[in-house]
């Protein structure tokens, strides 16, 4: 699956959308237009829906319905 199939995101491409969120906030106009100008590659409709999965994902976190990573530790880390 390539980077612009509908749900694949590369790093670059979420780089570049979390620094279009910072710019063109909830009151501007055309804010999904604009953040997939910067983001390239993406419709208004996927980088909206990136946004609302990403909001779904931060509520869950904040929740606590994500458990936290089981790491291991090592002698030198402790």
Known sequence: MS???RGSWTPKENKAFEKALAVYDKDTPDRWCNIAKAVGGKTA???KSHYEIL???VKHI???QVPFPNYKTTEKNK
């Open 3 to 5: 980077s612009r199939d």
């Open 45 to 47: 409709e996927e980088v």
């Open 55 to 57: 909001v779904e994902d």
């Open 62 to 64: 904040e929740q606590g």
